[in-house]
């Protein structure tokens, strides 16, 4: 029996749980960013316009930013292992519904967007993920663990639109009776087949296993990690988190669990951009039609997915190096940096949409302001999505991990799940927002007000950075087996 008293035999079974949790959010990220590159598509089949885009895309973050809450509040109560299936069992009655999205009388885009909707609930079982990862870790292993994890949503968002792009030459596609088999309905075929895999997966691997808590007398020193060996922790935040004993009284710090709310919010808007108007984007700067606009998605989401995976690999031994806070700012500075090279400087302008007699969809650019702004040099787009495929991961990775260590010990699903809703709404209203700011003014006010948001997260940051410290109180969980 180890320090944290478990046996050799549940120290590997608690982490093959674990494991199954990571490719459990690695099959959410496939089936969520298979979709992606096609759905603007998709929708213009459907009757959808450009603006109704916004409100398809935000359908899935407003199921899971209502679903979060409340999957994370019921695995308080209930087994993770049923809440799991349920979950799964929406996503797939959700992406059959996308699938038959053509066939159903009415507004079409609606249905599509209740489709969307319904998986949302059912992917907030991303909360689900997050509270297991963060219950069943000690606080040594929590950054190294959540950064795994991000690493393994990291690979879905690489691995599903690369196979996205594998489905662009089936057009027109199969049909037998209502049912269609083409590039655009592909996606979500795949999404219902990883989600029985999922299901799978659980069934054989995850055994219910977390932390609980011993009484305040029986906590280590400060300094002191939970298997009573040196800390791995920087040592400018070992002694922030000795100083903030005297503050909260090893107690959970709100002003700085909501402060980190707010920032995680702030950088999910970012990936609300990259989500919403990438596409679009790419087809009216540099006049790619639908096919094309969805190949070259997929290749560059693919490599510079590459590089955020390697991202999140490397972010806990600088966090190790020069402390976690200060590697968080470092990176949000990254992240602000890829967005300035968002902003077009030109030479030239946007082509100008023409009516293309031989493809349905529209090609070249048609918005009011494509005629007012320079063209968004193809190098920058490039550079731009480099910087930001290395800021944005690891600045995440850090929120979730100083935010989960900022929480009393114990079971967290409610707190993961209010972390977890912070990000869907971010990514229910930056869809709203961001393409009504798109439509109307292009991408040079678009990605001014983004980099404003995140430079308000990053000040905000500042501010509270000296209460910004692992609990004390989480070094004194223990190990037990749920049954």
Same mark, same amino acid.
């Given at each position: 029996?180890?320090?944290? $008293?478990?046996?050799?035999?549940?120290?590997?079974?608690?982490?093959?749980?674990?494991?199954?949790?990571?490719?459990?959010?690695?099959?959410?990220?496939?089936?969520?960013?298979?979709?992606?590159?096609?759905?603007?598509?998709?929708?213009?089949?459907?009757?959808?316009?450009?603006?109704?885009?916004?409100?398809?895309?935000?359908?899935?973050?407003?199921?899971?930013? !209502?679903?979060?809450?409340?999957?994370?509040?019921?695995?308080?109560?209930?087994?993770?292992?049923?809440?799991?299936?349920?979950?799964? !069992?929406?996503?797939?009655?959700?992406?059959?519904?996308?699938?038959?999205?053509?066939?159903?009388?009415?507004?079409?885009?609606?249905?599509?967007?209740?489709?969307?909707?319904?998986?949302?609930?059912?992917?907030?079982?991303?909360?689900?993920?997050?509270?297991?990862?963060?219950?069943?870790?000690?606080?040594?292993?929590?950054?190294?663990?959540?950064?795994?994890?991000?690493?393994?949503?990291?690979?879905?968002?690489?691995?599903?639109?690369?196979?996205?792009?594998?489905?662009?030459?089936?057009?027109?596609?199969?049909?037998?009776?209502?049912?269609?088999?083409?590039?655009?309905? +592909? =996606?979500?075929?795949?999404?219902?087949?990883?989600?029985?895999?999922?299901?799978?997966?659980?069934?054989?691997?995850?055994?219910?296993?977390?932390?609980?808590?011993?009484?305040?007398?029986?906590?280590?020193?400060?300094?002191?990690?939970?298997?009573?060996?040196?800390?791995?922790?920087?040592?400018?935040?070992?002694?922030?988190?000795?100083?903030?004993?005297?503050?909260?009284?090893?107690?959970?710090?709100?002003?700085?669990?909501?402060?980190?709310?707010?920032? &995680?919010?702030?950088?999910?808007?970012?990936?609300?951009?990259?989500?919403?108007?990438?596409? =679009?984007?790419?087809?009216?700067? &540099?006049?790619?039609?639908?096919?094309?606009?969805?190949?070259?998605?997929?290749?560059?989401?693919?490599?510079? $997915?590459?590089?955020?995976?390697?991202?999140?690999?490397?972010?806990?031994?600088?966090?190790?190096?020069?402390?976690?806070?200060?590697?968080?700012?470092?990176?949000?500075?990254?992240?602000?940096?890829?967005?300035?090279?968002?902003?077009?400087?030109?030479?030239?302008?946007?082509?100008?949409?023409?009516?293309?007699?031989?493809?349905?969809?529209?090609?070249?650019?048609?918005?009011?302001?494509?005629?007012?702004?320079?063209?968004?040099?193809?190098?920058? &787009?490039?550079?731009?999505?480099?910087?930001?495929?290395?800021? &944005?991961?690891?600045?995440?990775?850090?929120?979730?991990?100083?935010?989960?260590?900022?929480?009393?010990?114990?079971?967290?699903?409610?707190?993961?799940?209010?972390?977890?809703?912070? $990000?869907?709404? +971010?990514?229910?209203?930056?869809?709203?927002?961001?393409?009504?700011?798109?439509?109307?003014? $292009?991408?040079?006010?678009?990605?001014?007000?983004?980099?404003?948001?995140?430079?308000?997260?990053?000040?905000?940051?500042?501010?509270?950075?000296?209460?910004?410290?692992?609990?004390?109180?989480?070094?004194?969980?223990?190990?037990?087996?749920?049954?």
């Amino acid at each position: 029996m180890n320090e944290i $008293g478990e046996t050799k035999q549940q120290t590997r079974q608690r982490w093959n749980s674990i494991r199954s949790i990571y490719f459990t959010n690695f099959l959410n990220a496939v089936a969520f960013s298979i979709c992606l590159s096609t759905m603007w598509q998709y929708l213009e089949t459907l009757g959808g316009t450009q603006a109704f885009l916004g409100i398809v895309v935000s359908a899935f973050s407003l199921g899971q930013l !209502s679903g979060s809450p409340y999957w994370g509040f019921w695995s308080n109560y209930v087994k993770f292992r049923h809440l799991f299936y349920l979950t799964i !069992s929406m996503k797939i009655a959700g992406n059959l519904m996308y699938i038959f999205a053509a066939s159903v009388p009415g507004r079409r885009d609606i249905f599509m967007a209740e489709a969307r909707l319904l998986v949302g609930i059912g992917a907030g079982n991303m909360a689900l993920c997050n509270a297991y990862v963060s219950q069943a870790t000690t606080l040594k292993e929590r950054t190294n663990a959540v950064a795994n994890l991000a690493a393994s949503g990291g690979l879905g968002f690489i691995f599903g639109p690369l196979l996205g792009v594998a489905f662009g030459g089936v057009k027109p596609g199969y049909t037998i009776g209502e049912l269609t088999f083409d590039f655009l309905r +592909a =996606p979500a075929f795949c999404s219902v087949l990883f989600e029985l895999i999922n299901a799978t997966c659980l069934i054989i691997w995850f055994q219910e296993m977390s932390f609980g808590v011993k009484s305040p007398a029986a906590a280590p020193k400060v300094g002191i990690n939970d298997s009573g060996e040196d800390d791995e922790e920087h040592p400018a935040d070992k002694v922030a988190r000795s100083r903030s004993v005297s503050v909260t009284g090893g107690g959970q710090d709100n002003v700085a669990v909501f402060t980190m709310l707010f920032i &995680y919010f702030g950088i999910m808007v970012v990936l609300s951009v990259f989500e919403t108007i990438s596409t =679009p984007l790419a087809m009216d700067e &540099y006049a790619w039609d639908a096919q094309k606009a969805d190949i070259m998605g997929g290749v560059f989401s693919g490599m510079f $997915g590459l590089i955020a995976v390697f991202m999140f690999i490397v972010v806990k031994p600088i966090s190790k190096k020069i402390g976690e806070r200060q590697t968080m700012i470092s990176f949000l500075l990254v992240t602000i940096l890829g967005l300035v090279l968002y902003i077009p400087f030109g030479p030239g302008k946007p082509k100008p949409w023409e009516p293309q007699a031989d493809d349905d969809f529209v090609v070249g650019c048609q918005d009011k302001w494509c005629s007012k702004i320079p063209q968004l040099n193809f190098a920058q &787009y490039i550079l731009g999505q480099i910087f930001v495929a290395i800021g &944005y991961p690891c600045a995440a990775v850090m929120v979730f991990a100083i935010y989960s260590k900022l929480l009393a010990a114990g079971r967290q699903g409610v707190w993961m799940g209010l972390v977890t809703a912070a $990000g869907s709404s +971010a990514r229910t209203l930056g869809p709203l927002f961001i393409t009504s700011i798109y439509q109307n003014y $292009g991408p040079q006010v678009t990605f001014l007000v983004i980099i404003g948001l995140v430079g308000c997260s990053l000040t905000l940051m500042l501010l509270v950075y000296k209460r910004l410290v692992p609990n004390v109180n989480q070094a004194s969980a223990t190990f037990t087996a749920a049954h």
